[in-house]
């Protein structure tokens, strides 16, 4: 009986019956289905107004800013293009051996050597150069937000939240005003990578302060020291190795962030390299510069990742050798040192690749084009459109009709008794409305449906104060005309987060049973996670070429990591007592799975869907570039146009989206841990 008046069967009965007055009201009131576009604010123009009005008042100030942010781009320019190569390299590998001895000193050789050898030297110095550059203005305005938040409670919560915005917000989202601002040009994707790569040295300043003893605070206090003292000389430093962590996540979201930005007319860059041949179908080129980006954020990631979670350092004279030896070999070969851009040795393979991926698309281009066409028929287009529109003769070979509705709507509410005698109300419920989800298609559903199943989750979660939240959010987005986009966008989340939820669920699993299996996969997942959106789209491209499957899939490699490791962790993590406790009353290992650790898991498998769900919103606004639909190109197009007001709007409702994502899946997970008594 509790179970029965449990919250969620509320919810789940609100959003169910909401779903059919409208279905039933639709003859009578068609606006009940679509919203209608008299009803909507002309909020995309009204922000595009507002905000070229503020953006032309503070135009002067930020052209002198960027003429200023010139010269130390300039002068990175210099010095990283006119350094003699083998000088670079010896400086990469003498830190190398540094920070993590003669295995990261190979390293640093050997991904070097390889950019030498790509041909593209002088591309990937300009990179270097704009990461050069916009690491520390990232570093001191995340620095500085985190102080700020560890020195002002009373700020914190609004810090907090204008971090999760800045986390939130799509990438592209950045540019639109940042082009009225500082036109095109590499000035506008250093900006854009600082203000990106803020975020995450912020929030690592704040876990670092917040984790310092509370015994360090009174011994500094009880020594004399001013607050300043106390927070420079004592606090600081003992929070260095999570400050490290988040230098080392500002390198990575800074380098992503620079790769992102070639589409802006940063044309002397890998990542407009990697963009213009993909545009160009040359895939062999496009792979290996690629794998140039890849090779940089390997080697950025390791020594970085090092250089925050290794204290001990090797020897300072095998570093001034290395060094010593790259300045002879500079000198003693200057005259005759080769131009780094004329080194291309690796075109052959990049024509192999191209070649041979050519051969192989004529070969296999029907199987891959009728897979493709055949999961977008048999698949994709129901979610989206619903079963009622999907099944048609020309592709499943018979036309959906209203008593195939029925059937479907019949065995559902069946399974749904069903499953209420045996205690599982909410289950049942929630089958009833999946059902009706299929049959109408996500991107057709009811407005009023989505807002109420939406605040129904927030009020399950966490309360009135999230439901009204959510509701009000979603509201925004209807009232501004851009429904229509986010349904889109809506869709390939939810059907790439599914997706990355069962294969990533599955394979951490498997992980977690079988030390082997994690062995062969860590790694891999390891390199997933060290490569940028923009590279995600190439492989994807050479074989199903533009389209909605190609965006899907560029998501599910990108977003499936936080699900296999958090999966993995939290199986691996019981307690032993639990397990031992499970084994002495005679529990087989798949019981002990099924009951003891699969339950104690729950709150970090939500969190890492928490992490995918947030990765597939990140991946979504990138795949607009292969073609999708949503608000991802509603975002794209604006840049394109220049069209602040349609930039600033998608981008915010992308933003929304994915909050509200976050803070669900957040307030299922810490239920989850207050149930556990963590």
């Not at 050069?132 to 102080?147: D, E, N, Q």
């Not at 990106?196 to 009174?218: D, H, Q, S």
Request: glycine share 8%; net charge neutral.
């Amino acid at each position: 009986m509790s179970a029965r008046r449990s919250p969620g069967v509320w919810a789940a009965l609100v959003t169910m019956l909401t779903g059919v007055i409208c279905l039933a009201l639709e003859p009578l009131a068609p606006w009940l289905i679509a919203y209608p576009t008299e009803w909507t604010l002309p909020a995309t123009a009204w922000a595009g107004e507002m905000l070229e009005r503020l953006l032309s008042a503070i135009k002067p100030a930020a052209r002198v800013f960027s003429d200023l942010l010139s010269w130390p781009m300039h002068w990175a320019n210099t010095v990283l293009g006119r350094t003699p190569w083998p000088l670079l390299i010896g400086a990469v590998t003498a830190l190398g051996w540094y920070l993590g001895g003669w295995r990261m000193a190979i390293l640093g050789l050997g991904g070097f050597s390889f950019v030498l050898a790509s041909g593209y030297w002088a591309e990937s110095m300009n990179t270097l150069a704009l990461v050069a550059v916009s690491v520390p203005l990232a570093l001191v305005a995340g620095g500085t937000i985190g102080i700020l938040a560890n020195e002002l409670p009373r700020a914190r919560p609004a810090i907090q939240a204008a971090l999760d915005v800045m986390q939130t917000v799509p990438t592209f989202a950045y540019l639109t005003p940042l082009l009225l601002l500082f036109g095109f040009g590499p000035v506008v994707g250093l900006i854009a990578s600082a203000i990106y790569a803020a975020p995450p040295m912020a929030r690592n300043v704040i876990l670092g302060l917040e984790r310092v003893e509370p015994e360090i605070r009174e011994a500094a206090v009880m020594s004399g020291s001013t607050r300043v003292q106390q927070l420079f000389l004592i606090e600081i430093p003992t929070a260095g190795t999570q400050i490290m962590v988040g230098v080392n996540q500002c390198l990575m979201a800074a380098l992503s962030m620079v790769i992102i930005a070639a589409v802006i007319g940063s044309n002397e860059d890998i990542g407009w390299e990697v963009l213009l041949t993909m545009r160009k179908s040359q895939f062999g080129p496009a792979m290996l510069a690629g794998f140039v980006i890849v090779t940089f954020a390997i080697v950025i990631d390791r020594m970085s990742g090092a250089l925050a979670t290794r204290r001990s350092r090797h020897e300072l004279r095998v570093v001034w050798a290395i060094l010593a030896a790259a300045a002879l070999a500079a000198l003693a070969f200057w005259r005759v040192l080769p131009d780094p851009g004329s080194i291309t040795l690796l075109d052959p393979v990049a024509d192999w690749l191209d070649t041979g991926l050519t051969a192989f698309n004529k070969a296999n281009g029907q199987a891959l084009n009728d897979f493709k066409n055949d999961t977008m028929f048999y698949a994709f287009l129901p979610l989206r459109i619903g079963l009622d529109q999907a099944v048609l003769p020309f592709t499943w070979g018979f036309q959906w009709t209203a008593a195939m509705s029925l059937g479907l709507f019949a065995s559902a509410a069946a399974a749904c008794a069903t499953l209420w005698v045996l205690g599982r109300p909410v289950a049942g419920l929630a089958l009833l409305i999946v059902a009706g989800i299929i049959e109408t298609g996500v991107t057709d559903l009811p407005w009023p449906f989505v807002l109420a199943g939406a605040a129904a989750l927030g009020w399950v979660a966490r309360g009135w104060q999230l439901a009204l939240l959510t509701a009000v959010l979603l509201g925004t987005i209807l009232l501004s005309g851009l429904w229509a986009p986010a349904m889109l966008s809506l869709y390939l989340s939810c059907t790439s987060v599914a997706a990355c939820a069962v294969a990533g669920g599955a394979l951490g699993l498997l992980c977690a049973v079988s030390p082997i299996a994690w062995r062969l996969i860590r790694p891999v997942c390891d390199m997933l996670q060290t490569i940028p959106l923009f590279v995600f789209l190439i492989p994807v491209l050479m074989f199903f070429q533009i389209g909605e499957f190609s965006a899907f899939l560029a998501i599910c490699l990108y977003a499936v990591v936080p699900m296999i490791r958090y999966t993995r962790h939290g199986l691996v993590s019981t307690p032993p007592d639990l397990i031992e406790a499970a084994t002495a009353s005679g529990a087989r290992p798949w019981q002990i799975l099924r009951d003891i650790r699969a339950p104690y898991a729950a709150p970090a498998i939500l969190l890492g869907l928490n992490q995918t769900i947030l990765f597939a919103f990140a991946m979504l606004v990138i795949a607009a570039l292969v073609g999708t639909t949503g608000l991802g190109q509603s975002i794209y197009l604006a840049i394109g146009q220049a069209d602040l007001g349609l930039g600033v709007s998608a981008g915010a409702a992308m933003a929304i989206l994915a909050f509200i994502a976050d803070r669900l899946v957040q307030g299922f997970a810490e239920e989850r841990r207050r149930a556990l008594g963590l």
